[in-house]
């Protein structure tokens, strides 16, 4: 996301900060312990909103990466390392998720964080990670300009090298669904619309620029405020726009009611979004208005991978009481991608930890490359992930189905 374009145990989950001697004391963000051995526990920080209208995403970020964690310990994946997660909500607020950023580089048994959803929430966090060499492995934020900088589009410059992720990007994401809406759904007139906020305005400006280069015409643009839910005034105007199609760019809490209320007002078009309202709640907010919308996503469908069905099974067996969602499949690379990292500095140092084990961590991951639920894992040298492949969703009978799965074709 994201702020988001694919897992909530909580009785496995310490309420207060778990120590790891190994990684030395607190207030050096642990870089100054000693070297330990066997029976080191290793804590994997997760941020994502678990409460509020987008805790549906964040809870299903927070049992995939648990289940990795799960996964590493029964496989005794790192000899002499018990994984274990700890989970804060960031209620997909900026402040919330610095001051969660604040307390994990704070406790020296955390050597790397999974999340955030919100890539407005992950640039309050990106400075304080990079300052204390912790590393940090989002599953869902799109946003370019934490890999890239923010004049990306002209010259790219990486501003933090802690921060990685294994969702790609909107430079990518914006532009697949033009694509697919000027060349496959034969739609040439969009009414853009956005929330104002880091994801979905450059998730609409990436799309528009797309769709105007290939020959579509905007006949409209407008930005909400997603603190509201009376899109009335709005949908009128997509109406008399002439549009053959609504673009945008947020989240579901909003696009759910505003693709009803286009409908209700007489526009009988299609909505596409990106991968901020690829969630059944989109359906559940819209209702029947919802047939017919779209969604792009990152990857494809985490059912239909060969290389996920251990992911499903075990995820299923686990008992998680929410789903995986749209980023379950991606947190739990992200937090794999941490743990191959560790696994290697251990193995580097004799089977320890090493005294600087937090650094060492942060510019592992950089070089780490596996096998993953998702596909390869792998980063490019800004930190992005090198799996570029999205997918088409369309609301079909009340559900999500995949419609196509591709990669964007273009510079």
């Given at each position: ?10 009785a496995a ?5 778990l120590?790891?001697t190994a990684?030395?004391?607190r207030?050096?963000?642990?870089d100054?312990?000693s070297?330990?051995g066997a ?5 994997i920080?997760?941020d994502a909103p678990l ?6 995403l964040g ?28 989970a804060k ?11 969660n950023?604040?307390?994990f ?16 929430v ?5 400075k ?12 869902a934020?799109t946003s370019?300009?934490l ?7 002209k010259?790219?410059?990486r ?7 294994t969702a790609?990007?909107d430079a ?7 694509q697919y809406i ?9 009414f853009?619309?956005?929330d104002?906020?880091t ?7 990436t799309?528009?620029d ?5 020959g ?6 407008e930005?909400i ?17 002439g ?5 945008y760019?947020?989240?579901y809490?909003?696009a ?13 078009i299609?909505?596409i979004g990106?991968?901020?309202i ?8 819209a209702?029947?208005a ?5 969604a ?7 059912e ?5 069905k251990?992911?499903?099974a ?21 937090a ?17 930890l090493p ?5 060492q961590?942060t510019?592992t ?5 596996f096998?993953?639920v998702?596909?390869?894992v792998?980063?490019d ?10 997918t ?10 995949a419609v196509e799965?591709?990669t964007?074709?273009?510079g």
């Amino acid at each position: 996301m994201r702020q988001r374009s694919l897992i909530a145990i909580t009785a496995a989950l310490a309420a207060g900060a778990l120590t790891l001697t190994a990684c030395g004391s607190r207030d050096s963000g642990g870089d100054k312990g000693s070297d330990s051995g066997a029976g080191s526990t290793v804590v994997i920080g997760v941020d994502a909103p678990l409460t509020g209208d987008l805790s549906a995403l964040g809870l299903g970020i927070k049992n995939s990466a648990d289940l990795a964690a799960k996964t590493a310990n029964k496989q005794n994946f790192v000899k002499g390392i018990t994984f274990k997660v700890e989970a804060k909500d960031d209620q997909a607020q900026p402040s919330s998720g610095q001051q969660n950023a604040t307390a994990f580089v704070g406790d020296s048994s955390v050597l790397g964080v999974v999340g955030p959803l919100n890539s407005s929430v992950a640039q309050s966090m990106q400075k304080v990670f990079d300052d204390n060499q912790l590393v940090e492995v989002s599953p869902a934020n799109t946003s370019p300009d934490l890999t890239q900088g923010t004049n990306w589009q002209k010259s790219k410059v990486r501003p933090y090298k802690s921060y990685f992720r294994t969702a790609t990007t909107d430079a990518v994401q914006g532009p697949f669904a033009a694509q697919y809406i000027y060349n496959k759904a034969k739609k040439t007139k969009v009414f853009v619309i956005d929330d104002k906020k880091t994801y979905g305005a450059g998730l609409a400006k990436t799309f528009t620029d797309e769709f105007t280069k290939l020959g579509g015409k905007v006949v409209g643009t407008e930005h909400i405020n997603p603190d509201t839910k009376d899109f009335s005034a709005v949908a009128t105007k997509v109406k008399t726009s002439g549009a053959e199609v609504v673009y945008y760019g947020g989240e579901y809490p909003q696009a759910g009611p505003l693709s009803k209320q286009i409908k209700s007002a007489g526009a009988n078009i299609p909505l596409i979004g990106g991968d901020g309202i690829y969630d059944p709640t989109f359906i559940k907010l819209a209702g029947s208005a919802a047939t017919g919308d779209f969604a792009t996503s990152v990857g494809a469908p985490v059912e239909t991978l060969p290389s996920a069905k251990e992911f499903v099974a075990n995820y299923k067996a686990a008992g998680y009481k929410d789903e995986y969602a749209a980023y379950g499949g991606y947190s739990y690379d992200s937090a794999w991608a941490i743990i191959e990292a560790v696994k290697k500095v251990v193995e580097n140092n004799g089977g320890k930890l090493p005294s600087d084990a937090r650094s060492q961590v942060t510019r592992t991951v950089q070089n780490v490359s596996f096998d993953g639920v998702t596909g390869k894992v792998s980063f490019d040298q800004y930190g992005d992930a090198t799996n570029k492949q999205l997918t088409v969703y369309s609301v079909t009978n009340g559900a999500w189905k995949a419609v196509e799965s591709g990669t964007y074709s273009g510079g």
